[in-house]
């Protein structure tokens, strides 16, 4: 128990360091190349900060259990955009001198659609487990989405409120300093993750809660420092890139790979059941709420996200009696997952 809390912080200090190097590093990327951070957000970001998701779900799946795969992807999806954006708000308006999460109507009417219409094709697809055909579909799916976000008019490629720096910005350092950001970034996911699951292993936690909760939980880490960072350094663009192209990604790429390797039924229905509709229900009401005035601009609207995300946490979670006999093999799947490869990804 006290390596794993050990990993535990650590992972999350590896977290939090890496993040910050991440976000500076993009943004500054961004404006040297005259690329709109929203871009780099959307894609950089939001595939580098979903790589933990693909990870767990891809290697859960192909040892036969998708309902760890499919319970990362929609909790992961639920804390995005109650947690991180909840907390990331509250952080901008409460902790950094006023700002808030102003969001353009364009990213929202592009990028927000965009995710909505991912998460709306997952839960349709996801009814009863997942087809291998299903996959190229959720693949092709993701290609045109990614199309539509680099290809859509009216990117802002000014970024002078941005970057925070008087000195002449030197592209190859700053692309050293992303790509370590990154890798710290998920190394210090994978390490948090690894502790939190030797815990729960400890106190008998089923495979149930480990996949919609506590691994969804450990895997949006570095979406969660990486918005939170984001929000202190006054880039709502990046921020908000980040949360939508992520859950993109994991609604798409990391749904595909679920039922690309390995396809098959769901035992818990609640994760094509009432899950899956409170995770369509908070990407329609997260819209909505950035959508009214110019963004989060109130304290109390980040609290209502993140009142939202410990509200449904009991909703998510069912207590299906097979779970309970199927969670050590789900701990040890996950552990696996966030373990192998130490490096991280390619």
């Known amino acids: 128990m006290a390596l794993a809390a050990v990993l535990l912080a650590g992972g999350l200090l590896v977290l939090a360091l ?47 259990n998708v309902d760890l795969g499919v319970g990362n992807i929609v909790g992961s999806n639920v804390a995005n955009l109650s947690l991180v954006l909840g907390f990331s708000a509250l952080v901008a308006v409460v902790a950094v001198g006023g700002r808030y999460i102003r969001v353009a109507n ?63 910005i030197k592209q190859s350092t700053e692309l050293v300093r992303t790509v370590v950001g990154l890798a710290a970034t998920v190394a210090g ?69 679920v039922a690309l390797v390995g396809p098959g039924p769901l035992v818990d229905g609640n994760l094509s059941g009432l899950a899956v509709w409170i995770m369509v229900g908070i990407s329609v009401a997260a819209w909505v709420l950035m959508f009214q005035g110019d963004g989060l601009e109130r304290w109390w609207e980040g609290a209502l996200l993140l ?7 009991p909703f998510l979670i069912s207590d299906h009696e097979e779970e309970a006999v199927d969670a050590p093999p789900a701990v040890e799947i996950a552990e696996a997952a966030v373990g192998a490869d130490g490096g991280g990804p390619d």
Not at 27 to 45: C, H, K, T, Y
Not at 197 to 225: K, Q
């Open 18 to 64: 890496g993040a910050d190097q991440l976000v500076i590093g993009a943004s500054r990327l961004a404006f040297a190349r005259g690329i709109s951070p929203i871009v780099i957000g959307a894609l950089v970001i939001g595939f580098g900060t979903s790589a933990p998701e693909m990870l767990v779900s891809g290697l859960a799946a192909a040892d036969g």
């Open 307 to 313: 009142a939202v995300y410990l509200v449904s946490l």
């Open 189 to 257: 996911a994978q390490l948090a993750v690894t502790g939190a699951l030797d815990i729960a292993e400890e106190v008998g936690l089923g495979s149930g809660f480990v996949g919609l909760s506590l691994v969804a939980f450990g895997t949006s880490l570095p979406e969660l420092i990486t918005g939170v960072q984001a929000a202190r350094r006054g880039e709502a663009d990046l921020l908000v890139g980040n949360i939508l192209g992520s859950n993109t990604f994991n609604s798409l790429l990391v749904s595909a790979v």
């Open 106 to 168: 364009s990213t929202l009417w592009w990028e927000g659609v965009v995710s909505l219409g991912a998460a709306l094709l997952f839960w349709v697809l996801v009814q009863d487990g997942f087809e291998r055909w299903e996959g190229f579909v959720l693949l092709a799916a993701f290609v045109v989405a990614m199309g539509i976000i680099l290809k859509r008019p009216g990117h802002d490629a000014s970024a002078a409120g941005v970057v925070h720096t008087d000195k002449p």
